[in-house]
Structures are given as C-alpha cells and as structure tokens.
C-alpha cells in the first residue's frame, strides 16, 4: 500500500508539472502527422507541363533563385521528375531564415517564393518543438517533460493495475450506468484511454528524445548494436583535380548522372559544398513520402568521385539493423512508416494523449474536492 502511494504521488505531481506541456506537445503533434497531406491540396504550382527539353543544371537553379535573394545562402536545390518543379532551398540558422524559391525547370522562370517560418505548420511546429518559447529555453522545457512524461506512462501502468484478477474486466472497457457519476466515468476514460495509447504514446515520446538528444540517440543505436557514427557529417574532397578545359561544372553533370543511375527515385536534393574543401552532398529520396530509405550519396566536387560515409548516412543498401532503427526514426515519430494507417493511427494516439492531462486534472480535482467537502462537514 505504501508502495502505491508512493507511485499515486508521483503520478499526480508529475502529471500537474507537465500536463499543459503534454497537451500542446500533443495536439500540435495531431496537426503535424498529416502536413504533407494537406499541403498537397494547395502546392498546384509545384507542378509544371513536362516538356522533352534540357531542365536547369544545379549551377543555373542556383544562380537563377539568388536573384530573389542575393545576400543569403542556398542550401540546395531539390530535382524531381519531369513535371515537377525545381525547388531551391536557402536556410541559415542565425539568425534564422528559411526560404524556397520553386522554379520552372526548362525556362527558370520563378514560379512561387515560399516562408517556411511563418504559416499554420510553422506555427505548429514551433509549439511542438519550443512552446513558442525562446528556442534553447523552449526546447529543454519541452524535452524535461517529455521524460517526465515517460514516467508518467510507467507509473500510470502500475496504478492501471487491478488489485484483484477479476476487476480485470473493469480497466479494459466502458461499461457504464445510468446512475453512475462523472467522476467514475471520468476515472474509467483517464484509466482505459492510457492503458490503450499508452505504449504507443511511450513510443511517439521515446522517438521524440531520440531526435531531441545525442546522447540518447548514441545510446539507442549502441544498445543496438550499431557501430559507425552517428552523427551526420559531409565528408571532404578526395583532393581530386578538376579536368582542365571541361566548359561544364562537375556539379552540374551529377544530377543526369543520378537520374540514370536511380531512375525510379522521387526527388535528388543537391548541397551544395561549403567551400573547397568540402564534397557535394546529394539526398536521393526512393519512397515518396517516407525518409528512412534514402540514399545519402558524396561526390568530390571536382572529379565526382563518390566518397563512403563513415556514418549512418550512407547507401541505403549498406545499412545495419541498427542503422535502419534509427533512420526509421522520425518516420516511426509521424507514423509515416506504416503509411496512411499508421499516420491515423499516430493522429488518434496523440489526440487521446492530449484528453489525458484533462482528465488527469479533473481526477485530482474530484478528489480534492471529495476531500475539501467532508472537512466542511466534519466542522458542520
């Protein structure tokens, strides 16, 4: 008995510390799982009238979308088929600035500039992440109560546990009378609800550390039994000569290049290198919709000599369990990962999660209210 109070004790205080955290995290969660679906409805002007004629080397999307914005970087330029558009993504972390100029691939005329700070997802996605607070104090505040979440589902279970076999049947489904109270009921909806959602609720909240802290991603993929790095890094140049008189850049043979190599890929995103030094990086999406089985490919920037990567991000062919584990990660965190039943399924377990803080808080409420009621009595 004392044990479970113990356990009861935690519960509530854990639960009242970070319920209004568990509830934004969550809802914003259920606005997020389904972004790309409802984008598609709006992104008309992604597409374009395929033609049979050359498209836009990486050098001239690059060159072409720095005119909108001369005095920032581009991070890369996304291809993908032949009526689609070309995006070019510029982003720089501080101060913080995230943009895409989407071009018409065969004339390079500019298409559509879009924000990606401001906007319903963005805003979602600030609240999810931060709180809509400052971001370093946002995100540990988000990332501690995700943890103590995590005991709040292990503590949840035991209490969820029934004293004696038979009331089994009790925390397993609603079986509610006409005489019976809303405290019972609301008791019956907190316990059954988490006992359903909470393993994958733990679930969606363990992804989340694993995006959120190095040193729990380290752990996961060590626990295992991965053995590169995990830490994404570009390697550089193989200190390769360009060949001497060549009228085209290197960089703007790779992407003709990779389309014959992956004809059936979605989408090849281009880095551009850093400086010198530095190799060409290219994403090569196989999986519309998923990102675990992509292909992160390395060039030297003058010769195109393809370089290993000594991390997890390499050829998707090469990749270990481990490495499957940890790249699955986000698209296990959205439920990308077992298609649109899977998004449902993580869109139906964080908005359940979300009710749990209220009826958390209306349990402790009835309680103490049960309570504060027989002292006044008593003193009556």
Same mark, same amino acid.
């Not at 995006?87 to 972390?93: G, H, K, Q």
């Not at 995990?230 to 290197?250: K, M, R």
């Not at 389309?259 to 995103?269: D, L, M, V």
């Given at each position: 008995?004392?044990?479970?109070?113990?356990?009861?004790?935690?519960?509530?205080?854990?639960?009242?510390?970070?319920?209004?955290? !568990?509830?934004?995290?969550?809802?914003?969660?259920?606005?997020?799982?389904?972004?790309?679906?409802?984008?598609?409805?709006?992104?008309?002007?992604?597409?374009?009238?395929?033609?049979?004629?050359?498209?836009?080397?990486?050098?001239?999307?690059?060159?072409?979308?720095?005119?909108? $914005?001369?005095?920032?970087?581009?991070?890369?330029?996304?291809?993908?088929?032949?009526?689609?558009?070309?995006?070019?993504?510029?982003?720089?972390?501080?101060?913080?600035?995230?943009?895409?100029?989407?071009?018409?691939?065969?004339?390079?005329?500019?298409?559509?500039?879009?924000?990606?700070?401001?906007?319903?997802?963005?805003?979602?996605?600030?609240?999810?992440?931060?709180?809509?607070?400052?971001?370093?104090?946002?995100?540990?505040?988000?990332?501690?109560? !995700?943890?103590?979440?995590?005991?709040?589902?292990?503590?949840?279970?035991?209490?969820?546990?029934?004293?004696?076999?038979?009331?089994?049947?009790?925390?397993? *489904? $609603?079986?509610?009378?006409?005489?019976?109270?809303? *405290?019972?009921?609301?008791?019956?909806?907190?316990?059954?609800?988490?006992?359903?959602?909470?393993?994958?609720?733990?679930?969606?909240?363990?992804?989340?550390?694993?995006?959120?802290?190095?040193?729990?991603?380290?752990?996961?993929?060590?626990?295992?039994?991965?053995?590169?790095?995990?830490?994404?890094?570009?390697?550089?140049?193989? #200190?390769?000569?360009?060949?001497?008189?060549?009228?085209?850049?290197?960089? #703007?043979?790779?992407?003709?290049?990779?389309?014959?190599?992956?004809?059936?890929?979605?989408? $090849?995103?281009?880095?551009?290198?850093?400086?010198?030094?530095?190799?060409?990086?290219?994403?090569?999406?196989?999986?519309?919709?998923?990102?675990? #089985?992509?292909?992160?490919?390395?060039?030297?920037?003058?010769?195109?000599?393809?370089?290993?990567?000594?991390?997890?991000?390499?050829?998707?062919? #090469?990749?270990? !369990?481990?490495?499957?584990?940890?790249?699955?990660?986000?698209?296990?965190?959205?439920?990308?990962?077992?298609?649109?039943?899977?998004?449902?399924?993580?869109?139906?377990?964080?908005?359940?999660?979300?009710?749990?803080?209220?009826?958390?808080?209306?349990?402790?409420?009835?309680?103490?209210?049960? *309570?504060?009621?027989?002292?006044?009595?008593?003193?009556?």
């Amino acid at each position: 008995m004392k044990f479970r109070k113990s356990i009861i004790t935690i519960h509530k205080f854990l639960g009242l510390a970070t319920g209004i955290v !568990v509830f934004i995290v969550a809802v914003t969660g259920c606005c997020w799982v389904f972004k790309e679906e409802v984008e598609s409805l709006y992104d008309g002007y992604k597409k374009v009238v395929p033609k049979n004629e050359p498209v836009l080397t990486a050098s001239e999307a690059r060159n072409t979308a720095k005119t909108v $914005f001369p005095d920032h970087a581009v991070h890369g330029t996304v291809f993908k088929k032949a009526g689609d558009a070309i995006e070019v993504i510029f982003y720089e972390a501080e101060p913080e600035f995230y943009r895409s100029v989407f071009l018409n691939p065969y004339s390079g005329e500019i298409i559509q500039i879009d924000d990606h700070l401001s906007g319903f997802f963005s805003f979602v996605l600030k609240g999810h992440m931060r709180l809509w607070l400052p971001k370093t104090l946002g995100e540990q505040v988000v990332g501690v109560s !995700v943890w103590l979440f995590v005991l709040i589902l292990v503590s949840g279970l035991i209490l969820w546990l029934p004293k004696k076999r038979r009331n089994l049947k009790q925390r397993l *489904k $609603f079986d509610w009378k006409s005489t019976d109270r809303w *405290k019972r009921k609301n008791f019956d909806f907190h316990s059954i609800i988490g006992f359903y959602v909470g393993s994958l609720a733990l679930i969606l909240a363990l992804t989340g550390l694993v995006m959120s802290y190095n040193w729990f991603q380290y752990a996961v993929y060590r626990t295992a039994g991965g053995k590169k790095e995990v830490t994404f890094s570009i390697p550089e140049n193989t #200190d390769g000569t360009a060949v001497q008189g060549d009228s085209v850049l290197p960089m #703007d043979r790779l992407i003709p290049q990779l389309r014959k190599a992956s004809p059936n890929a979605e989408s $090849f995103e281009l880095h551009y290198p850093f400086d010198e030094t530095s190799s060409i990086y290219v994403e090569v999406s196989n999986s519309e919709g998923l990102y675990y #089985d992509s292909d992160f490919r390395f060039f030297d920037q003058n010769t195109l000599e393809e370089i290993k990567s000594a991390t997890i991000y390499g050829m998707y062919r #090469d990749t270990s !369990v481990a490495d499957k584990i940890l790249r699955m990660n986000y698209d296990i965190h959205i439920g990308a990962i077992g298609g649109i039943a899977g998004k449902i399924i993580a869109f139906l377990v964080s908005l359940l999660t979300a009710s749990l803080p209220i009826t958390g808080v209306l349990l402790w409420y009835g309680r103490s209210y049960k *309570k504060k009621n027989k002292r006044v009595a008593a003193k009556t």
